[in-house]
Structure formats: C-alpha cells, structure tokens
C-alpha cells in the first residue's frame, strides 16, 4: 500500500489526486472509478480515427463530388477528340481552346481551395492537385503546340499529360486504400472518360 502512494505522490500531489476521485482516503487507487477514466481515454484515442473518418467521409461527399462534373466535363471533350476519335489536329485544337482548358481550368482552382483537417487526408489532396497541375500544364502546352504546329512541343504536351494521368490514378489508388482502412464505403465509378491515356 505505502509503494502505491509513492508511485503517485512522486508523480502527482495525493491532495489533488484524491480530490479527482482517483484514490481514496488511505491511499489506495479507486477501482471502481479507473474503468471510467480508462474508458474516456480509449474513447479519446478513438476520437482522432473518428475526426480521420469524419474527414475523409466530407473530403470524397462533399469536397470533390461538388467539383467533380467539371473535371469529367473537360475530360469527356479531350477524349471525343484524341485516341481513336481523333480526325484532325484543329478538331483537338478547338476542343482544348473551347472546353477542356476553360473547364480544367476551373476544376483545378476549386480544388486548391479544398482544405481537409487532417493530415493523411491532406497529403493525398496533395498527391491529387500535383497530377491536375501536370495535366493542365499538359493541356495548354499541347494547344499552344498544335496552334504553331510544333510536333516536338504536342509530344511534351502528351508526356506531361500522361505523367498527370499517372498521378491521378496514383490518388485514386490512394482513396480507395484510405477508405478501406477508415472503413469508409466507396462507390467506386468505371469512369469511361478517363481511357483517353491509354
């Protein structure tokens, strides 16, 4: 008994100890109050996965659902005009002047302005904008190459877009991995759009 009041005394004042309920009158630890304490600090622990969940649930349902359209948008446009759609290089020229660029453009600033809590969250939002970036770059490169009919700068144009293409699936592979761990369901959508990099 003396050896467990010295335990708290060296760590805690037995006056204040006593008073929070922890220890009785002679010294001894309260079991019927540890339970509780022991309860709110596993709770407390399991609060920080819920702010996690919590994050990542607001972050796919709310954060990127609402600006989703206009990356599809621009998306399904480059697509009707490259691959095994393509017919003409002014065809892709004013597809990317007209609609990708004007709607990727606008999808990626409102995607900088999302700003999860957390920091796993946080860093895949960061994997996400580094592959929109590239694709944009990629975008503008690729009409500025095919407005001066530079066949060198519309092949840098595509590495890069590519290079956006992998980082993005990167971020997909990433979500889908962060859900499953926070066991959060996901919807997972075949976006058909997005085989214009294959």
Request: glycine letters at 6%; one cysteine or more.
């Amino acid at each position: 008994m003396a050896k467990k009041t010295f335990i708290l005394n060296k760590f805690y004042n037995l006056r204040d100890v006593r008073r929070l309920g922890f220890v009785n009158n002679i010294g001894d630890i309260n079991l019927l109050i540890l339970p509780f304490f022991l309860s709110i600090w596993f709770f407390m622990g399991s609060c920080a996965t819920d702010r996690a969940t919590m994050d990542l649930v607001k972050y796919v349902n709310q954060d990127i659902l609402d600006i989703a359209q206009l990356e599809q948008k621009a998306l399904e446009s480059y697509a009707s005009v490259t691959g095994k759609n393509y017919t003409s290089n002014a065809r892709v020229y004013k597809a990317l002047k007209d609609d990708v660029i004007p709607h990727y453009r606008q999808f990626v600033d409102l995607l900088k302005d999302i700003n999860p809590k957390t920091q796993e969250v946080r860093e895949l939002h960061g994997i996400y904008i580094r592959g929109t970036e590239y694709l944009y770059k990629g975008f503008r490169e690729k009409m500025f190459g095919l407005e001066i009919r530079d066949v060198y700068l519309v092949r840098a144009a595509n590495r890069q877009i590519e290079k956006g293409r992998v980082e993005t699936d990167r971020w997909r592979k990433e979500l889908a991995d962060l859900c499953r761990h926070y066991g959060v369901a996901e919807k997972v959508e075949k976006k058909k759009w997005w085989g214009f990099g294959k």
